[in-house]
């Protein structure tokens, strides 16, 4: 069975440029969660979608949006980038939600010049 | 309200043993644990319902003690393959809340 694939693997942008990321979650799950990880922070939530609907959010700025297609791949976008949003972002996905065990695609490592 | 995870870092010979503990204000419907090695995604170890459960996975065990809403994570006879960050992630009482995840434990196992 194929794990979570996220792309690109990294990316440089600079400032106020904008930026999406991809997911495509594991066959049959329904349920993908991004976050943001940085050095010293842990994993910060950024926002959940099931069946193409936003079920959480976490508490970003505007500028991170994301949404889900029907066949559950996700994407992420963030726009007028800022130094402060390099990290790696990751995207983890799971059959029904977030109280199930979530399984990690590697990453996008974001790097903002 | 991000949980709070102690010790921060940790340094075991192989053979010792560890406690990662993970601390929250708020009232928990679930606990999970995840192992992260430097490069590589995280990996799911275990969950823990509220009911004060205790699991275990191979020499990896935790508990959830409902009342303190505290979990913790056993390592016994550490393994050179432990050294990670572990994570642990709490959900509230409604269960379908997102995960909020700790900063993490370093543990390094040495020979």
Same mark, same amino acid.
């Given at each position: 069975?194929?794990?979570?694939?996220?792309?690109?693997?990294?990316?440089?942008?600079?400032?106020?440029?904008?930026?999406?990321?991809?997911?495509?979650?594991?066959?049959?799950?329904?349920?993908? *969660?991004? $976050?943001?990880?940085?050095?010293?922070?842990?994993?910060?939530?950024?926002?959940? $979608?099931?069946?193409?609907?936003?079920?959480?959010?976490?508490?970003?700025?505007?500028?991170? *949006?994301?949404?889900?297609?029907?066949?559950?791949?996700?994407?992420?976008?963030?726009?007028?980038?800022?130094?402060?949003?390099?990290?790696? $972002?990751?995207?983890?996905? *799971?059959?029904?939600?977030?109280?199930?065990?979530?399984?990690?695609?590697?990453?996008?490592?974001? *790097?903002?010049? | 309200?991000?949980?709070?995870?102690?010790?921060?870092?940790?340094?075991?010979?192989?053979?010792?043993?560890?406690?990662?503990?993970?601390?929250?204000?708020? !009232?928990?419907?679930?606990?999970?644990?995840?192992?992260?090695?430097?490069?590589? !995604?995280?990996?799911?170890?275990?969950?823990?319902?509220?009911?004060?459960?205790?699991?275990?996975?191979?020499?990896?065990?935790?508990?959830?003690?409902?009342?303190?809403?505290?979990?913790?994570?056993?390592?016994?006879?550490?393994?050179?393959?432990?050294?990670?960050?572990?994570?642990?992630?709490?959900?509230?009482?409604?269960?379908?809340?997102?995960?909020?995840?700790?900063?993490?434990?370093?543990?390094?196992?040495?020979?």
């Amino acid at each position: 069975k194929a794990g979570v694939t996220q792309t690109p693997r990294y990316l440089i942008k600079t400032r106020g440029q904008q930026v999406t990321l991809s997911c495509s979650p594991i066959s049959g799950h329904r349920s993908v *969660s991004w $976050y943001q990880q940085t050095p010293g922070q842990g994993l910060q939530f950024l926002f959940e $979608y099931f069946s193409e609907t936003q079920r959480n959010k976490g508490n970003f700025p505007g500028r991170f *949006s994301g949404r889900q297609f029907s066949n559950s791949r996700s994407e992420m976008n963030v726009s007028t980038l800022e130094l402060g949003d390099s990290a790696l $972002y990751l995207c983890a996905s *799971s059959p029904g939600g977030p109280n199930q065990p979530q399984h990690f695609g590697d990453g996008t490592r974001l *790097s903002i010049l | 309200q991000q949980p709070v995870q102690s010790p921060q870092a940790v340094i075991l010979r192989e053979g010792e043993d560890a406690v990662i503990n993970c601390s929250s204000s708020k !009232a928990l419907y679930s606990v999970h644990w995840y192992r992260q090695k430097h490069g590589e !995604a995280p990996v799911f170890l275990m969950i823990l319902l509220k009911g004060g459960e205790q699991k275990g996975h191979e020499k990896i065990s935790a508990s959830f003690n409902e009342k303190k809403q505290q979990s913790s994570l056993y390592l016994t006879a550490s393994q050179l393959s432990y050294s990670g960050t572990y994570f642990c992630g709490t959900a509230g009482d409604s269960g379908n809340t997102p995960l909020v995840f700790g900063k993490g434990t370093r543990l390094s196992v040495i020979a």
